[in-house]
């Protein structure tokens, strides 16, 4: 019998895969599903970054390439990142790598060992507490309060810090709430950061997918450039969820280690992909653009809709393409309303569970999918909940 090594016992998942399979099983054997379980852009991948892709493969970029990726890729981004957040990173200062869940593991490999605490938001992304279990930390869940937006309170997150606090990981927008850090917040928890001598890991893959307002990065704030890890990719804005590419912004100190776990784990990010990617942030914008304002009219249709059923309230998300719905008036737990919703109704969602312990209560849909669909969707969960009401 094989024995496994007891760190894999601290290893999590993400559900959102476990309920795509038992979805698909269902359909397998005769049943419609409509899926809203999964964080996927239901678009094709744009034409021009596909014939850069495919030419890149013509032109032979199918070998090795330095670990911290091309240089030409990392100036390109380094320049997006300037542009779209105003301050003035380097291609120095960037590492290319396959998707962006690996920022996440290396950063937290390269700082955490036993006894440092890490706070992350809760309900919050659930790979950020798997990575920081898994590599001996302890994770400290910052509350995202529904009653505030699904928006953190900074008298709680200071109460929260000790002297073994090292990493504190932020989502704006937010997976899965929607929500956004408001200004304020923003301010005060650099200003936590800075104080206590915090890194900052700022999750802003979905900063294209702001509905409301323009995004703000905390590493604009004084002081945070030198503290802050900036992770962003290409899988939501441009439907790139399978070319496995994404890319981080570190302080210069953290360059060379995470580089170096680069090395040691994937030695580089596929060439190919590279080189598609730079023609995603230099072309034609307008496909990524109209995306997400065909994101913003199914988010309108989604809420609307949710907020029409009576037992269920629904906040309107600011950002990314998921609705956090409260489901607590139906008289069911998220866990047991989202799995009868599967198996009665055929509409596959996450219970809030799965993105921590604050997501009780609630469940997860994402709106990647079409305007007819989302509109079964809102029928089959509104005949759901009167059948068992």
């Given at each position: 019998?094989?024995?496994?090594?007891?760190?894999?016992?601290?290893?999590?998942?993400?559900?959102?895969?476990?309920?795509?399979a038992k979805?698909?099983?269902?359909e397998?054997?005769?049943?419609?599903?409509?899926?809203?379980?999964?964080?996927?852009?239901?678009?094709?991948?744009?034409?021009?970054?596909?014939?850069?892709?495919?030419?890149?493969?013509?032109?032979?970029?199918?070998?090795?390439?330095?670990?911290?990726?091309?240089?030409?890729?990392?100036?390109?981004v380094?320049?997006?990142?300037?542009?779209?957040?105003?301050?003035?990173?380097?291609?120095?200062?960037?590492?290319?790598t396959?998707?962006g869940?690996?920022?996440?593991?290396?950063?937290?490999?390269?700082?955490?060992?036993?006894?440092?605490?890490?706070?992350?938001?809760?309900?919050?992304?659930?790979i950020?507490?798997?990575?920081?279990?898994?590599?001996?930390?302890t994770?400290?869940?910052?509350?995202?309060?529904?009653?505030?937006?699904?928006?953190?309170?900074?008298?709680?997150?200071?109460?929260?810090?000790?002297?073994?606090?090292?990493?504190?990981?932020?989502?704006?927008?937010?997976?899965?709430?929607g929500?956004?850090?408001?200004?304020?917040?923003?301010?005060?928890?650099?200003?936590?950061?800075?104080?206590?001598?915090?890194?900052?890991?700022?999750?802003?893959?979905?900063?294209?997918?702001?509905?409301?307002?323009?995004?703000?990065?905390?590493?604009?704030?004084?002081?945070?450039m030198?503290?802050?890890?900036?992770?962003?990719g290409?899988?939501k804005?441009?439907?790139?969820?399978?070319?496995?590419?994404?890319?981080?912004?570190?302080?210069?100190?953290?360059?060379?280690?995470?580089?170096?776990?680069?090395?040691?784990?994937?030695?580089?990010?596929?060439s190919?992909?590279?080189?598609a990617?730079?023609?995603?942030?230099?072309g034609?914008?307008?496909r990524p653009?109209?995306?997400?304002?065909?994101?913003?009219?199914?988010?309108?249709i989604?809420?609307?809709g949710l907020?029409?059923?009576?037992?269920?309230?629904?906040?309107?998300?600011?950002?990314?393409?998921?609705?956090?719905?409260?489901?607590?008036?139906?008289?069911?737990?998220s866990?047991?309303?989202?799995?009868?919703?599967?198996?009665e109704?055929?509409?596959?969602?996450?219970?809030?569970?799965?993105?921590g312990?604050?997501?009780?209560?609630?469940?997860?849909?994402?709106?990647?999918?079409s305007?007819?669909?989302?509109?079964?969707a809102?029928?089959?969960?509104?005949?759901?909940v009167?059948?068992?009401?």
């Amino acid at each position: 019998m094989i024995k496994l090594a007891q760190r894999m016992s601290r290893l999590g998942t993400e559900t959102a895969f476990e309920v795509l399979a038992k979805a698909q099983k269902l359909e397998a054997q005769g049943k419609n599903i409509i899926h809203l379980e999964i964080g996927e852009p239901d678009f094709e991948t744009p034409e021009n970054i596909v014939s850069a892709g495919q030419q890149a493969l013509q032109d032979g970029f199918t070998s090795y390439n330095p670990s911290q990726g091309y240089g030409d890729l990392r100036d390109i981004v380094a320049n997006e990142i300037s542009k779209s957040r105003g301050i003035e990173a380097s291609g120095e200062n960037i590492v290319i790598t396959p998707g962006g869940k690996p920022i996440m593991f290396f950063v937290i490999m390269a700082l955490i060992e036993r006894g440092d605490e890490v706070l992350y938001p809760n309900p919050g992304f659930p790979i950020y507490e798997s990575m920081i279990e898994f590599c001996g930390g302890t994770a400290i869940p910052m509350q995202l309060h529904g009653d505030k937006d699904f928006n953190i309170d900074v008298e709680e997150v200071k109460k929260q810090i000790t002297p073994n606090t090292k990493l504190m990981i932020i989502n704006s927008p937010n997976n899965p709430c929607g929500s956004i850090i408001g200004s304020e917040e923003l301010t005060e928890l650099a200003l936590l950061a800075t104080e206590n001598d915090i890194i900052v890991l700022s999750d802003e893959i979905y900063i294209r997918f702001l509905y409301e307002g323009n995004h703000q990065s905390i590493a604009a704030l004084p002081g945070m450039m030198d503290r802050t890890v900036i992770l962003d990719g290409f899988s939501k804005t441009y439907a790139m969820t399978g070319w496995r590419i994404g890319y981080g912004l570190f302080p210069k100190e953290l360059v060379e280690p995470v580089s170096r776990l680069v090395t040691n784990s994937v030695s580089c990010t596929a060439s190919f992909t590279q080189i598609a990617a730079a023609e995603a942030l230099v072309g034609s914008q307008d496909r990524p653009s109209a995306m997400v304002e065909e994101f913003k009219k199914r988010r309108d249709i989604v809420v609307a809709g949710l907020n029409s059923i009576e037992g269920i309230d629904c906040a309107t998300p600011k950002g990314a393409f998921y609705a956090f719905p409260n489901v607590e008036g139906t008289g069911m737990s998220s866990a047991d309303f989202s799995n009868r919703l599967l198996e009665e109704a055929g509409v596959a969602v996450l219970a809030g569970e799965s993105f921590g312990k604050y997501g009780a209560g609630y469940i997860r849909l994402s709106f990647a999918n079409s305007t007819e669909n989302l509109q079964e969707a809102i029928s089959r969960i509104k005949q759901f909940v009167e059948a068992n009401s």
